[in-house]
C-alpha cells in the first residue's frame, strides 16, 4: 500500500486548489446543499401522509423505487439532460434523498402507539400540538435512521459526481484512475470511507441528543441504576 | 428509443448478462457467508454489538471507493470483475448478517424451548425450527441487499466493469440521451422482478405466515 499521496504535507494546504481539505470541503458542501432540499421536500410530505393515512401507497413505495435507481445513471442522465454543471448533480443527489426520509417519516408516524395519541387528545391538545410534541418527537428514532441512510446514500454518489465533472473528493478517484496515480486513487478511498464514517458517527451522537431519554430507553436504564 | 434499441441489442444484452452475474453472485456468496456469522452473533450474546458496528461501519463505506480499494488489498486487477464482486458481496454482508441475527433473536423463545423439550439438538433446532420461523425478516432483508445490488453494479462502469452502467458512461461520452435511458430502465425493472421473485419464493416457503391475521398471530 503506497500512502505516499495521502501523507504528502502538500496535499494538505488549506487554500491550495485541489487539497485534500478543499476538495472535503467542496464533498461536505454538495453533501450539505443535498440533504437540506431534500429534507426540506420529503419531511412535510413524509408526516403528512403519516398523520392522515393518506397517500401511504406513495411513502411505501418511494423507498423501494429510491433503491433501486442506478445513481450513476440518474447524475448523467441529468447532465446531459441539462449539461454540466452544479445544478443538474444537485437536482440528482436531492432524488436520492427524498425516498428514504419520505419513507421513514411515514414509517415512524405509522408505528406509533394510537393510544398515546388518544391520550394526548385527551389532555386537550390541538392537532398541532399532537402533531409536534407528541408525534413527531416519538417518529424521530425511525425518521433518523432513514436520514442517516439518506446522507451516506448522498456521500457515496457525491464521491461518483466526480465523473460528470464535479470537485468533491470523487476527484481524487477519478484523476487517480485516469493517470494511473493510485497512490491518489487509495488517499480519496480511504479519505471519503473515514468521512462517511464519521459523518454517520455524528448523526449517531445527534440522534442519542435530540432522541428523548424516555423513547431510547435510557430513563429506564438510569432509574434502574439509581435504585440498585 | 426503438432504433437504438434495436441497433444496439448486442451490446445492450451483453452488458445486461454482465449486470445479472455482477449483481446476484455477491447476493449468494452473501447469503452462504451471513446465515453462520448472523447465528454466532446470537450464540454468543457478547458478539452481537460488535457485529452490527462493525456491518454498520462496512456498509457506510462509500461503493466507488471501495471498488478502487480492493485491488490494493487484493492484490486483484483494477480492471477485473472480482473487485466489483467482492465489494458487493461485502455489503451484502453487511446487510445480511445484522438482519439474520435480529431475526434470530426475534424468534419466540417459546417456540425454542418446545423444540428443545421434543428432542431437537442445536443444529438441527436451527435449521428446522429457529431459521425456518426467521425466514420472513431474513429475506425482508435479502429483497433490500439484492434491489441495493442492482442498482450498485452501474457504478463500476467508472473502473471500466459495470454492466448497464457501460450504457450510462457511453451515452455520456456521446451526449447522447437513449443509453442513459435505456440503462436506468433495464436496471430498474431488473431489480423491480428480482424483488418479485423472493417475495413470490417467500410466500411459496412460509405459507403459514398468511393465516397470521385470521387466527390471532399464531406463527
Given amino acids: 500500500m503506497n500512502l505516499s499521496y495521502l501523507l504528502d504535507p502538500a496535499h494538505w494546504h488549506l487554500t491550495a486548489p485541489g487539497s485534500l481539505p478543499q476538495l472535503l470541503l467542496s464533498h461536505l458542501g454538495y453533501v450539505a ?69 419520505l419513507t421513514s417519516a411515514y414509517a415512524g408516524m405509522r408505528t406509533l402507539d394510537q393510544q398515546v395519541i388518544d391520550a394526548a387528545r385527551g389532555m386537550g391538545m390541538r392537532p398541532w400540538q399532537v402533531l409536534t410534541r407528541v408525534e413527531f418527537p416519538m417518529a424521530l428514532p425511525v425518521l433518523m435512521s432513514g436520514f442517516r441512510n439518506a446522507a451516506l446514500q448522498v456521500v457515496a454518489t457525491a464521491t461518483v459526481a466526480a465523473a460528470v465533472g464535479l470537485n468533491g473528493l470523487g476527484r481524487l478517484l477519478i484523476d487517480g484512475l485516469a493517470v494511473n496515480d493510485y497512490s491518489r486513487v487509495l488517499a480519496g478511498a480511504i479519505v471519503v470511507a473515514a468521512l462517511a464514517i464519521a459523518l454517520d458517527l455524528l448523526f449517531a451522537l445527534v440522534q442519542r441528543w435530540i432522541v428523548s431519554p424516555g423513547l431510547s430507553g435510557r430513563v429506564r436504564a438510569r432509574a434502574r441504576r439509581a435504585t440498585t | 428509443m426503438i432504433n437504438y434499441l434495436s441497433n444496439n441489442s448486442d451490446i445492450i444484452l451483453t452488458a445486461l448478462r454482465q449486470h445479472l452475474y455482477l449483481a446476484l453472485l455477491p447476493i449468494l456468496i452473501g447469503i452462504v457467508v451471513s446465515v453462520p456469522i448472523g447465528y454466532l452473533g446470537v450464540r454468543f450474546p457478547w458478539l452481537y454489538h460488535p457485529l452490527v458496528n462493525t456491518c454498520g461501519v462496512l456498509y457506510s463505506i462509500p461503493s466507488l471507493a ?42 419466540d423463545r417459546t417456540i425454542v424451548q418446545s423444540a428443545t423439550a421434543m428432542g431437537y439438538r442445536r443444529f438441527r433446532r436451527l435449521v428446522d425450527v429457529e431459521l425456518p420461523v426467521a425466514l420472513p425478516v431474513i429475506l425482508a ?11 450498485l453494479v452501474s457504478v463500476g462502469a467508472l473502473i471500466g466493469v459495470g454492466g448497464l452502467g457501460q450504457l450510462f458512461t457511453r451515452g455520456f461520452q456521446l451526449f447522447y440521451l437513449e443509453p442513459i435511458l435505456v440503462g436506468i430502465i433495464l436496471s430498474v425493472l431488473v431489480a423491480g422482478l428480482a424483488d418479485l421473485a423472493i417475495v413470490l419464493v417467500q410466500r411459496a416457503v412460509t405459507p403459514w405466515t398468511r393465516y397470521q391475521h385470521g387466527n390471532g398471530g399464531a406463527a
Fill in chain 2, 66 to 107: 471501495l471498488f478502487v480499494f480492493l485491488p490494493v488489498v487484493l492484490g486483484t486487477k483494477i480492471l477485473s470483475p472480482i473487485n466489483i464482486v467482492v465489494a458487493l458481496s461485502i455489503y451484502t454482508v453487511a446487510l445480511l448478517a445484522r438482519t439474520v441475527a435480529d431475526a434470530l433473536r426475534a424468534v
Fill in chain 1, 33 to 101: 446543499l443535498a440533504l437540506l432540499i431534500g429534507t426540506v421536500i420529503a419531511l412535510p410530505v413524509g408526516l403528512y401522509i403519516g398523520h392522515t393515512g393518506r397517500g401511504s401507497f406513495i411513502a411505501i413505495n418511494a423507498g423501494n423505487a429510491g433503491r433501486s435507481l442506478p445513481t450513476l445513471g440518474l447524475l448523467m442522465l441529468m447532465v446531459t439532460l441539462l449539461g454540466l454543471g452544479l445544478t443538474p448533480v444537485l437536482i440528482a443527489l436531492t432524488v436520492l434523498v427524498i425516498p428514504p426520509i
Fill in chain 2, 141 to 151: 432483508g435479502l429483497r433490500v441487499a439484492t434491489v441495493s445490488n442492482i442498482s
